[in-house]
Protein backbone atom coordinates (compact mmCIF):
# COMPACT_ATOMS: atom_id res chain seq x y z
CA UNK A 1 0.00 0.00 0.00
CA UNK A 2 1.11 3.38 -0.36
CA UNK A 3 0.05 6.89 0.71
CA UNK A 4 -1.02 9.66 -2.13
CA UNK A 5 -1.64 13.20 -0.83
CA UNK A 6 -4.67 14.41 -2.99
CA UNK A 7 -4.58 18.34 -3.67
CA UNK A 8 -6.80 21.18 -5.00
CA UNK A 9 -6.34 21.07 -8.40
CA UNK A 10 -5.36 24.18 -10.70
CA UNK A 11 -8.63 26.82 -10.09
CA UNK A 12 -7.81 28.95 -12.92
CA UNK A 13 -8.82 32.47 -12.12
CA UNK A 14 -10.22 31.78 -8.57
CA UNK A 15 -7.83 32.27 -5.16
CA UNK A 16 -10.43 31.02 -2.80
CA UNK A 17 -13.32 29.09 -3.04
CA UNK A 18 -15.61 27.58 -0.42
CA UNK A 19 -16.15 23.53 0.24
CA UNK A 20 -19.92 23.53 0.21
CA UNK A 21 -20.01 19.11 -0.02
CA UNK A 22 -18.23 16.49 1.17
CA UNK A 23 -19.08 13.41 -1.31
CA UNK A 24 -16.38 10.88 0.56
CA UNK A 25 -16.06 9.75 4.78
CA UNK A 26 -13.16 7.98 5.97
CA UNK A 27 -13.02 4.12 5.03
CA UNK A 28 -14.76 4.99 1.96
CA UNK A 29 -13.31 3.20 -1.81
CA UNK A 30 -13.31 5.27 -4.37
CA UNK A 31 -12.54 4.63 -8.16
CA UNK A 32 -10.42 7.01 -10.27
CA UNK A 33 -12.93 10.04 -11.36
CA UNK A 34 -15.21 9.72 -8.51
CA UNK A 35 -16.37 12.95 -7.18
CA UNK A 36 -14.71 13.81 -3.85
CA UNK A 37 -15.52 17.30 -2.82
CA UNK A 38 -17.78 19.84 -4.37
CA UNK A 39 -16.37 23.54 -4.41
CA UNK A 40 -18.09 26.86 -5.24
CA UNK A 41 -16.55 30.04 -6.11
CA UNK A 42 -18.78 33.40 -6.85
CA UNK A 43 -18.98 32.30 -10.26
CA UNK A 44 -19.63 28.56 -10.57
CA UNK A 45 -19.43 25.03 -8.47
CA UNK A 46 -17.15 22.24 -9.36
CA UNK A 47 -16.68 19.05 -8.58
CA UNK A 48 -13.19 18.07 -7.60
CA UNK A 49 -12.61 14.13 -8.92
CA UNK A 50 -9.82 10.99 -6.99
CA UNK A 51 -6.99 10.81 -9.84
CA UNK A 52 -6.70 7.73 -8.79
CA UNK A 53 -8.62 4.98 -6.51
CA UNK A 54 -7.58 3.74 -3.22
CA UNK A 55 -9.63 4.21 0.91
CA UNK A 56 -9.87 7.40 1.67
CA UNK A 57 -7.40 7.65 5.52
CA UNK A 58 -8.18 11.04 6.49
CA UNK A 59 -10.07 14.16 5.16
CA UNK A 60 -7.73 17.83 5.63
CA UNK A 61 -10.78 19.63 5.36
CA UNK A 62 -14.39 20.37 6.64
CA UNK A 63 -18.02 22.27 4.91
CA UNK A 64 -17.33 26.16 5.01
CA UNK A 65 -13.10 25.94 4.54
CA UNK A 66 -11.94 28.27 2.29
CA UNK A 67 -9.26 26.48 -0.27
CA UNK A 68 -7.09 27.22 -3.07
CA UNK A 69 -4.94 25.63 -5.58
CA UNK A 70 -2.13 23.20 -3.54
CA UNK A 71 -4.58 23.13 -0.67
CA UNK A 72 -4.51 19.07 0.82
CA UNK A 73 -7.94 17.93 0.73
CA UNK A 74 -7.56 14.35 2.12
CA UNK A 75 -4.94 11.47 2.29
CA UNK A 76 -5.65 8.61 -0.16
CA UNK A 77 -4.52 4.99 0.82
CA UNK A 78 -3.89 3.37 -2.92
CA UNK A 79 -2.81 -0.18 -3.83
CA UNK A 80 0.77 -1.19 -5.01
CA UNK A 81 -0.82 -3.18 -7.69
CA UNK A 82 0.52 -0.74 -10.63
CA UNK A 83 4.02 -1.19 -9.57
CA UNK A 84 3.48 -4.90 -8.88
CA UNK A 85 2.33 -4.94 -12.29
CA UNK A 86 4.81 -2.94 -14.12
CA UNK A 87 7.65 -5.38 -12.47
CA UNK A 88 6.74 -8.44 -14.44
CA UNK A 89 7.01 -6.66 -17.88
CA UNK A 90 10.81 -7.03 -18.08
CA UNK A 91 10.62 -10.60 -16.85
CA UNK A 92 8.37 -11.32 -19.28
CA UNK A 93 9.89 -9.31 -22.10
CA UNK A 94 13.34 -11.72 -21.07
CA UNK A 95 11.65 -14.77 -20.91
CA UNK A 96 10.51 -14.46 -24.23
CA UNK A 97 12.96 -12.16 -26.49
CA UNK A 98 12.70 -14.82 -29.50
CA UNK A 99 9.35 -14.01 -30.33
CA UNK A 100 10.18 -10.27 -30.63
CA UNK A 101 11.72 -10.20 -33.95
CA UNK A 102 8.51 -11.95 -35.07
CA UNK A 103 6.29 -9.37 -33.73
CA UNK A 104 8.39 -6.16 -35.90
CA UNK A 105 6.70 -7.05 -39.20
CA UNK A 106 3.02 -7.12 -37.13
CA UNK A 107 4.15 -4.27 -35.44
CA UNK A 108 5.11 -2.16 -38.79
CA UNK A 109 2.24 -3.27 -40.11
CA UNK A 110 0.10 -1.89 -37.26
CA UNK A 111 1.29 1.21 -37.10
CA UNK A 112 -0.51 2.57 -40.38
CA UNK A 113 -3.80 1.74 -39.35
CA UNK A 114 -2.72 2.89 -35.64
CA UNK A 115 -1.50 6.31 -37.22
CA UNK A 116 -4.56 6.76 -39.40
CA UNK A 117 -6.85 6.15 -36.28
CA UNK A 118 -5.60 8.13 -33.91
CA UNK A 119 -6.32 11.29 -35.80
CA UNK A 120 -7.22 14.04 -33.42
CA UNK A 121 -10.63 15.80 -33.80
CA UNK A 122 -11.73 18.99 -32.42
CA UNK A 123 -15.12 18.50 -30.54
CA UNK A 124 -17.40 21.71 -30.50
CA UNK A 125 -20.52 22.89 -28.98
CA UNK A 126 -23.74 21.58 -31.39
CA UNK A 127 -26.30 23.53 -32.37
CA UNK A 128 -27.74 25.38 -29.94
CA UNK A 129 -31.28 26.67 -31.10
CA UNK A 130 -29.88 29.78 -30.44
CA UNK A 131 -26.82 32.50 -31.23
CA UNK A 132 -26.59 33.71 -27.68
CA UNK A 133 -23.95 32.67 -25.66
CA UNK A 134 -23.86 30.13 -22.71
CA UNK A 135 -21.92 29.78 -19.99
CA UNK A 136 -20.11 26.43 -19.10
CA UNK A 137 -21.02 25.38 -15.55
CA UNK A 138 -19.67 21.94 -15.12
CA UNK A 139 -16.56 19.91 -17.15
CA UNK A 140 -16.87 16.46 -17.09
CA UNK A 141 -13.60 15.10 -18.41
CA UNK A 142 -10.03 16.25 -17.91
CA UNK A 143 -7.19 15.95 -20.03
CA UNK A 144 -5.78 12.15 -20.48
CA UNK A 145 -9.18 10.89 -19.82
CA UNK A 146 -10.38 8.11 -21.68
CA UNK A 147 -14.07 8.16 -22.77
CA UNK A 148 -17.09 6.09 -24.44
CA UNK A 149 -19.52 8.00 -27.31
CA UNK A 150 -22.09 9.71 -25.71
CA UNK A 151 -20.03 10.43 -21.78
CA UNK A 152 -21.02 13.93 -20.60
CA UNK A 153 -18.16 16.26 -21.97
CA UNK A 154 -19.74 19.47 -20.17
CA UNK A 155 -22.88 21.23 -19.09
CA UNK A 156 -24.41 24.03 -20.74
CA UNK A 157 -26.54 26.38 -18.79
CA UNK A 158 -28.66 29.19 -20.12
CA UNK A 159 -31.45 31.65 -18.86
CA UNK A 160 -33.74 28.97 -18.83
CA UNK A 161 -32.41 25.26 -18.62
CA UNK A 162 -29.24 23.37 -18.52
CA UNK A 163 -27.88 21.14 -20.67
CA UNK A 164 -25.22 18.34 -21.55
CA UNK A 165 -23.03 17.90 -24.23
CA UNK A 166 -21.96 14.65 -25.30
CA UNK A 167 -19.02 13.02 -26.72
CA UNK A 168 -19.95 12.36 -30.43
CA UNK A 169 -17.15 9.22 -30.23
CA UNK A 170 -15.14 7.39 -28.31
CA UNK A 171 -11.18 8.31 -27.60
CA UNK A 172 -8.90 10.07 -25.51
CA UNK A 173 -8.92 13.55 -24.83
CA UNK A 174 -5.78 15.14 -25.77
CA UNK A 175 -6.93 18.79 -25.02
CA UNK A 176 -9.26 20.86 -23.10
CA UNK A 177 -9.91 24.28 -24.81
CA UNK A 178 -12.99 25.18 -21.95
CA UNK A 179 -13.11 25.60 -18.75
CA UNK A 180 -15.99 26.24 -15.75
CA UNK A 181 -17.16 29.97 -16.24
CA UNK A 182 -16.65 30.48 -19.49
CA UNK A 183 -18.83 31.70 -22.05
CA UNK A 184 -19.29 29.64 -25.24
CA UNK A 185 -21.80 29.45 -28.51
CA UNK A 186 -23.04 26.98 -31.49
CA UNK A 187 -19.71 25.38 -33.13
CA UNK A 188 -17.16 26.68 -29.81
CA UNK A 189 -14.42 24.38 -29.67
CA UNK A 190 -14.53 22.00 -26.50
CA UNK A 191 -11.71 19.81 -26.67
CA UNK A 192 -9.33 17.95 -28.64
CA UNK A 193 -10.11 14.04 -28.92
CA UNK A 194 -7.98 11.25 -30.37
CA UNK A 195 -9.99 8.00 -31.11
CA UNK A 196 -9.28 5.10 -28.86
CA UNK A 197 -9.51 2.60 -31.93
CA UNK A 198 -5.74 2.35 -32.40
CA UNK A 199 -5.85 1.25 -29.02
CA UNK A 200 -7.80 -1.40 -29.66
CA UNK A 201 -6.08 -2.43 -32.82
CA UNK A 202 -2.65 -2.90 -31.12
CA UNK A 203 -4.05 -4.73 -28.13
CA UNK A 204 -5.31 -7.96 -30.35
CA UNK A 205 -2.16 -8.02 -32.53
CA UNK A 206 -0.17 -7.94 -29.07
CA UNK A 207 -1.47 -11.18 -27.97
CA UNK A 208 -2.28 -12.83 -31.19
CA UNK A 209 -0.45 -16.43 -29.57
CA UNK A 210 -3.03 -16.31 -25.97
CA UNK A 211 -6.57 -16.22 -27.37
CA UNK A 212 -7.83 -17.37 -24.53
CA UNK A 213 -6.16 -15.29 -22.28
CA UNK A 214 -6.55 -12.14 -24.39
CA UNK A 215 -10.47 -12.39 -23.71
CA UNK A 216 -10.96 -13.42 -20.66
CA UNK A 217 -9.63 -10.19 -18.96
CA UNK A 218 -10.50 -8.14 -21.76
CA UNK A 219 -14.36 -8.66 -21.06
CA UNK A 220 -14.37 -8.00 -17.20
CA UNK A 221 -11.58 -4.99 -17.98
CA UNK A 222 -14.02 -3.52 -20.07
CA UNK A 223 -17.44 -3.89 -17.80
CA UNK A 224 -16.57 -1.46 -15.31
CA UNK A 225 -15.98 1.34 -17.11
CA UNK A 226 -19.51 1.85 -18.37
CA UNK A 227 -21.01 0.42 -15.07
CA UNK A 228 -18.78 2.37 -12.94
CA UNK A 229 -21.85 5.07 -12.85
CA UNK A 230 -24.30 2.67 -12.57
CA UNK A 231 -23.58 1.09 -9.62
CA UNK A 232 -22.70 4.30 -8.43
CA UNK A 233 -26.24 5.96 -8.86
CA UNK A 234 -27.98 2.32 -7.64
CA UNK A 235 -26.14 2.33 -4.63
CA UNK A 236 -27.06 6.11 -3.92
CA UNK A 237 -29.91 5.38 -1.34
CA UNK A 238 -28.08 3.25 1.37
CA UNK A 239 -24.72 4.91 0.83
CA UNK A 240 -25.77 8.26 0.93
CA UNK A 241 -23.71 9.26 -2.69
CA UNK A 242 -25.56 10.64 -5.66
CA UNK A 243 -25.02 10.86 -8.95
CA UNK A 244 -25.36 14.68 -10.08
CA UNK A 245 -23.19 17.92 -10.98
CA UNK A 246 -22.39 20.74 -9.02
CA UNK A 247 -25.02 23.19 -10.31
CA UNK A 248 -28.13 20.27 -9.20
CA UNK A 249 -26.86 19.66 -6.32
CA UNK A 250 -26.80 23.99 -5.54
CA UNK A 251 -29.72 23.33 -6.45
CA UNK A 252 -31.48 20.86 -4.47
CA UNK A 253 -29.79 22.63 -1.22
CA UNK A 254 -31.74 25.81 -2.62
CA UNK A 255 -34.96 23.88 -2.26
CA UNK A 256 -34.27 21.50 0.53
CA UNK A 257 -34.52 18.07 -1.26
CA UNK A 258 -32.44 15.47 -0.55
CA UNK A 259 -30.64 14.20 -3.70
CA UNK A 260 -30.70 10.31 -2.50
CA UNK A 261 -34.83 10.54 -3.06
CA UNK A 262 -34.53 11.49 -6.76
CA UNK A 263 -34.16 9.37 -9.62
CA UNK A 264 -32.02 10.58 -12.21
CA UNK A 265 -33.04 10.45 -15.63
CA UNK A 266 -29.78 11.96 -17.67
CA UNK A 267 -27.14 9.60 -19.00
CA UNK A 268 -26.09 6.42 -16.41
CA UNK A 269 -28.48 8.10 -14.01
CA UNK A 270 -26.96 11.42 -13.66
CA UNK A 271 -30.07 13.47 -11.55
CA UNK A 272 -30.31 16.69 -13.94
CA UNK A 273 -32.38 19.99 -12.96
CA UNK A 274 -35.20 19.16 -14.77
CA UNK A 275 -35.59 15.73 -12.67
CA UNK A 276 -35.67 17.94 -9.05
CA UNK A 277 -38.17 19.98 -11.10
CA UNK A 278 -40.44 17.04 -11.57
CA UNK A 279 -39.67 15.89 -7.95
CA UNK A 280 -40.98 19.18 -6.35
CA UNK A 281 -43.78 19.15 -8.54
CA UNK A 282 -44.84 15.64 -7.19
CA UNK A 283 -43.80 16.68 -3.71
CA UNK A 284 -46.12 19.68 -4.11
CA UNK A 285 -48.98 17.76 -5.30
CA UNK A 286 -48.72 14.74 -3.20
CA UNK A 287 -47.88 16.15 0.19
CA UNK A 288 -51.51 16.20 1.22
CA UNK A 289 -52.29 12.61 -0.24
CA UNK A 290 -49.28 11.32 1.75
CA UNK A 291 -49.83 13.12 4.53
CA UNK A 292 -54.04 11.86 4.38
CA UNK A 293 -54.13 8.81 2.51
CA UNK A 294 -57.75 8.94 -0.18
CA UNK A 295 -57.40 13.20 -0.84
CA UNK A 296 -57.67 13.39 -4.29
CA UNK A 297 -55.38 15.15 -5.95
CA UNK A 298 -56.05 17.76 -8.19
CA UNK A 299 -55.41 17.26 -12.06
CA UNK A 300 -54.09 19.15 -14.52
CA UNK A 301 -56.54 20.86 -16.90
CA UNK A 302 -55.47 21.34 -20.75
CA UNK A 303 -56.43 25.58 -20.21
CA UNK A 304 -55.53 26.79 -23.72
CA UNK A 305 -59.17 24.91 -25.43
CA UNK A 306 -60.71 28.15 -23.21
CA UNK A 307 -58.59 31.05 -24.63
CA UNK A 308 -54.70 32.31 -25.01
CA UNK A 309 -52.63 31.20 -21.66
CA UNK A 310 -48.80 31.58 -21.18
CA UNK A 311 -47.05 29.10 -19.24
CA UNK A 312 -45.05 31.07 -16.39
CA UNK A 313 -41.86 29.72 -14.41
CA UNK A 314 -42.03 29.99 -10.29
CA UNK A 315 -38.78 30.88 -8.52
CA UNK A 316 -36.86 28.65 -6.96
CA UNK A 317 -37.99 30.55 -4.29
CA UNK A 318 -41.42 30.22 -4.64
CA UNK A 319 -41.63 26.54 -5.31
CA UNK A 320 -39.64 26.10 -2.01
CA UNK A 321 -42.46 28.48 -0.02
CA UNK A 322 -45.16 26.74 -1.26
CA UNK A 323 -43.56 23.46 -0.50
CA UNK A 324 -43.10 24.40 3.20
CA UNK A 325 -46.56 26.65 3.27
CA UNK A 326 -48.20 23.10 2.07
CA UNK A 327 -46.43 21.15 4.62
CA UNK A 328 -47.44 23.20 7.52
CA UNK A 329 -51.15 23.91 6.76
CA UNK A 330 -51.48 20.17 6.29
CA UNK A 331 -49.44 18.89 9.72
CA UNK A 332 -49.84 21.78 12.02
CA UNK A 333 -53.50 22.06 12.93
CA UNK A 334 -54.58 25.86 13.04
CA UNK A 335 -56.07 27.86 15.74
CA UNK A 336 -56.36 31.62 15.13
CA UNK A 337 -56.90 34.13 17.98
CA UNK A 338 -57.90 37.75 16.57
CA UNK A 339 -57.25 41.21 18.72
CA UNK A 340 -56.88 44.80 18.75
CA UNK A 341 -54.57 46.97 19.84
CA UNK A 342 -54.75 50.17 20.58
CA UNK A 343 -51.19 52.09 20.08
CA UNK A 344 -52.41 55.71 19.64
CA UNK A 345 -50.00 57.04 22.64
CA UNK A 346 -47.14 54.24 21.28
CA UNK A 347 -47.57 55.80 17.42
CA UNK A 348 -47.44 59.59 19.35
CA UNK A 349 -44.67 58.41 21.11
CA UNK A 350 -42.49 57.29 17.95
CA UNK A 351 -42.82 60.25 16.11
CA UNK A 352 -41.68 62.30 19.11
CA UNK A 353 -38.61 60.42 18.20
CA UNK A 354 -38.22 61.45 14.36
CA UNK A 355 -36.00 64.07 14.77
CA UNK A 356 -33.52 61.49 16.83
CA UNK A 357 -34.03 59.15 14.54
CA UNK A 358 -32.55 61.19 11.86
CA UNK A 359 -29.36 62.16 14.27
CA UNK A 360 -28.80 58.66 14.50
CA UNK A 361 -28.89 58.27 10.97
CA UNK A 362 -31.98 55.64 10.85
CA UNK A 363 -35.82 55.01 10.82
CA UNK A 364 -37.85 54.25 13.67
CA UNK A 365 -40.47 52.14 12.56
CA UNK A 366 -43.42 50.27 14.39
CA UNK A 367 -41.45 46.97 14.13
CA UNK A 368 -38.81 47.39 16.39
CA UNK A 369 -41.47 48.02 19.33
CA UNK A 370 -43.34 44.96 18.35
CA UNK A 371 -40.07 42.63 18.38
CA UNK A 372 -40.15 44.09 21.92
CA UNK A 373 -43.31 43.57 22.55
CA UNK A 374 -43.53 39.61 21.50
CA UNK A 375 -39.93 38.83 23.13
CA UNK A 376 -41.50 40.38 25.83
CA UNK A 377 -44.40 38.41 25.48
CA UNK A 378 -42.42 35.16 25.07
CA UNK A 379 -40.67 35.41 27.94
CA UNK A 380 -43.81 36.14 30.14
CA UNK A 381 -45.29 32.73 28.23
CA UNK A 382 -42.39 30.55 27.37
CA UNK A 383 -44.38 27.51 26.34
CA UNK A 384 -44.64 29.65 22.26
CA UNK A 385 -41.10 29.30 22.91
CA UNK A 386 -41.18 25.45 21.93
CA UNK A 387 -40.81 23.41 19.26
CA UNK A 388 -42.46 20.21 19.35
CA UNK A 389 -40.63 16.87 18.94
CA UNK A 390 -41.56 14.42 15.85
CA UNK A 391 -41.99 11.94 18.35
CA UNK A 392 -44.97 13.91 20.28
CA UNK A 393 -43.43 12.61 23.35
CA UNK A 394 -41.68 16.42 24.68
CA UNK A 395 -41.14 19.73 23.20
CA UNK A 396 -37.61 21.65 23.42
CA UNK A 397 -37.59 24.43 25.74
CA UNK A 398 -35.54 27.88 24.15
CA UNK A 399 -33.83 29.90 26.22
CA UNK A 400 -33.26 32.49 24.03
CA UNK A 401 -35.16 34.64 21.50
CA UNK A 402 -35.00 35.07 17.87
CA UNK A 403 -37.44 36.57 16.12
CA UNK A 404 -38.30 35.96 12.29
CA UNK A 405 -39.43 38.85 10.23
CA UNK A 406 -41.23 37.96 6.75
CA UNK A 407 -40.22 40.20 4.07
CA UNK A 408 -41.65 40.52 0.57
CA UNK A 409 -39.21 40.75 -2.21
CA UNK A 410 -39.68 40.14 -6.22
CA UNK A 411 -38.32 36.89 -5.88
CA UNK A 412 -40.97 35.74 -2.68
CA UNK A 413 -41.13 35.57 0.46
CA UNK A 414 -37.88 35.70 2.59
CA UNK A 415 -37.75 35.58 6.85
CA UNK A 416 -34.31 36.80 8.41
CA UNK A 417 -34.31 36.49 11.98
CA UNK A 418 -33.31 39.54 14.78
CA UNK A 419 -31.32 37.13 16.86
CA UNK A 420 -31.32 38.00 21.17
CA UNK A 421 -34.30 40.53 20.78
CA UNK A 422 -34.77 40.15 24.34
CA UNK A 423 -31.73 42.25 24.96
CA UNK A 424 -31.22 44.71 22.63
CA UNK A 425 -32.44 48.14 22.60
CA UNK A 426 -35.19 49.49 20.23
CA UNK A 427 -32.51 51.68 18.50
CA UNK A 428 -30.30 48.75 17.60
CA UNK A 429 -33.54 46.47 16.84
CA UNK A 430 -34.42 49.39 14.19
CA UNK A 431 -31.29 49.57 12.80
CA UNK A 432 -30.87 45.94 12.49
CA UNK A 433 -34.75 45.73 10.88
CA UNK A 434 -33.28 48.14 8.02
CA UNK A 435 -29.96 46.34 6.90
CA UNK A 436 -32.16 42.60 7.42
CA UNK A 437 -34.80 43.96 5.36
CA UNK A 438 -32.28 45.81 2.58
CA UNK A 439 -30.21 42.86 2.36
CA UNK A 440 -32.99 40.43 1.65
CA UNK A 441 -34.67 42.70 -1.07
CA UNK A 442 -31.15 42.48 -2.80
CA UNK A 443 -31.46 38.96 -1.89
CA UNK A 444 -27.87 39.02 0.16
CA UNK A 445 -29.26 36.94 3.00
CA UNK A 446 -26.73 34.04 3.99
CA UNK A 447 -28.24 30.75 5.32
CA UNK A 448 -27.68 31.59 8.95
CA UNK A 449 -29.11 35.12 8.42
CA UNK A 450 -32.69 33.03 7.45
CA UNK A 451 -32.46 29.99 10.51
CA UNK A 452 -32.98 29.55 14.24
CA UNK A 453 -36.03 31.26 14.60
CA UNK A 454 -38.80 30.92 17.89
CA UNK A 455 -40.92 33.02 16.20
CA UNK A 456 -42.07 35.12 13.34
CA UNK A 457 -43.90 38.10 12.71
CA UNK A 458 -45.62 38.78 9.70
CA UNK A 459 -46.72 41.84 8.48
CA UNK A 460 -49.12 43.38 5.98
CA UNK A 461 -49.89 47.07 7.66
CA UNK A 462 -48.55 48.62 4.35
CA UNK A 463 -50.75 46.84 2.23
CA UNK A 464 -53.95 47.02 3.97
CA UNK A 465 -57.44 45.03 5.09
CA UNK A 466 -58.49 44.16 8.47
CA UNK A 467 -57.11 40.96 9.36
CA UNK A 468 -55.79 37.85 7.91
CA UNK A 469 -54.23 34.41 9.13
CA UNK A 470 -50.73 33.79 8.72
CA UNK A 471 -49.64 29.72 8.77
CA UNK A 472 -47.60 28.64 11.30
CA UNK A 473 -43.70 27.95 9.89
CA UNK A 474 -43.15 24.59 12.03
CA UNK A 475 -41.17 24.00 13.80
CA UNK A 476 -42.22 26.99 15.62
CA UNK A 477 -45.63 26.68 17.23
CA UNK A 478 -46.43 30.31 16.96
CA UNK A 479 -46.84 33.45 14.50
CA UNK A 480 -48.47 36.92 14.77
CA UNK A 481 -49.85 38.61 11.92
CA UNK A 482 -50.48 42.60 12.14
CA UNK A 483 -52.80 44.28 9.46
CA UNK A 484 -53.34 48.22 8.82
CA UNK A 485 -53.79 50.45 11.81
CA UNK A 486 -57.18 52.11 11.15
CA UNK A 487 -58.86 54.76 13.88
CA UNK A 488 -61.77 53.43 15.55
CA UNK A 489 -64.40 55.48 18.40
CA UNK A 490 -63.59 53.29 21.44
CA UNK A 491 -65.56 54.12 24.29
CA UNK A 492 -62.96 55.70 26.81
CA UNK A 493 -63.79 57.99 30.51
CA UNK A 494 -67.71 57.97 29.51
CA UNK A 495 -67.35 59.10 25.55
CA UNK A 496 -66.15 58.07 22.18
CA UNK A 497 -62.62 59.00 21.15
CA UNK A 498 -60.56 58.54 17.86
CA UNK A 499 -58.24 55.85 18.85
CA UNK A 500 -55.37 54.48 16.22
CA UNK A 501 -56.37 50.41 16.34
CA UNK A 502 -53.99 47.63 15.06
CA UNK A 503 -55.74 44.07 14.25
CA UNK A 504 -53.53 41.24 15.53
CA UNK A 505 -53.86 37.49 14.57
CA UNK A 506 -52.16 34.94 16.80
CA UNK A 507 -52.18 31.84 15.04
CA UNK A 508 -50.33 28.70 17.10
CA UNK A 509 -50.08 24.64 16.66
CA UNK A 510 -52.86 23.42 18.99
CA UNK A 511 -50.68 20.62 19.63
CA UNK A 512 -48.00 22.29 21.40
CA UNK A 513 -50.55 25.17 22.48
CA UNK A 514 -53.54 25.02 24.02
CA UNK A 515 -56.45 27.91 23.52
CA UNK A 516 -56.30 29.37 26.99
CA UNK A 517 -52.45 30.25 26.67
CA UNK A 518 -53.07 31.37 23.34
CA UNK A 519 -55.47 34.10 24.43
CA UNK A 520 -53.71 35.11 27.27
CA UNK A 521 -50.84 35.48 25.15
CA UNK A 522 -52.52 37.86 22.58
CA UNK A 523 -54.34 39.41 25.68
CA UNK A 524 -51.24 40.44 27.17
CA UNK A 525 -49.24 41.38 23.91
CA UNK A 526 -51.96 43.97 23.27
CA UNK A 527 -51.45 45.27 27.09
CA UNK A 528 -47.72 46.18 26.07
CA UNK A 529 -48.64 47.73 22.72
CA UNK A 530 -51.29 49.69 24.21
CA UNK A 531 -48.63 51.30 27.08
CA UNK A 532 -45.18 50.86 25.94
CA UNK A 533 -44.14 51.66 29.67
CA UNK A 534 -44.82 47.97 30.46
CA UNK A 535 -42.04 47.03 28.12
CA UNK A 536 -39.54 48.70 31.24
CA UNK A 537 -40.91 46.36 34.20
Not at 449 to 478: D, K, R, Y
Request: hydrophobic share 40%; net charge negative.
Amino acid sequence: MAIENIKVPDLGDASEVEVIELLVAVGDKVSENDSLLVLESDKAAMEIPAPMSGIVKSIAVNLGDQVSTGSEILVLEVEGGSESAAEPAPEETQAAPEPEPAAEPDSAEASAPEKAASETKIVNVPDLGTDDEVEIIEVHVSSGASIAKDDSLITLESDKAAMEVPAPEAGVVEELLVKVGDKVKTGDSILKLTSSAASSAPAKSATPSKPAESEAPAKPASAPAPAAAAPKAASAAPSGKVYAGPAVRKLARELGIDLAKVPGSGAKSRIVKEDIHEYVKARINNTSAASAPGLPVIEDIDFSQFGEIEKVDRSKLEKLTAINMHRNWSLVPHVAQFNEADVTDLEDFRADLKAEADKRGTRLTFLPFLLKACAKALAEYPQFNVSLHSSGEYVIQKKYCHIGVAVATPAGLVVPVIRDVDKKSIWELASEVLEMTDKAKSRKLSREEMQGACFTISSLGAIGGTGFIPIVNAPEVAILGVAKTTIKPVYMDGEFKPRKMLPITLSYDHKAVNGVDGGMFADYLVRLLGDIRRLAL
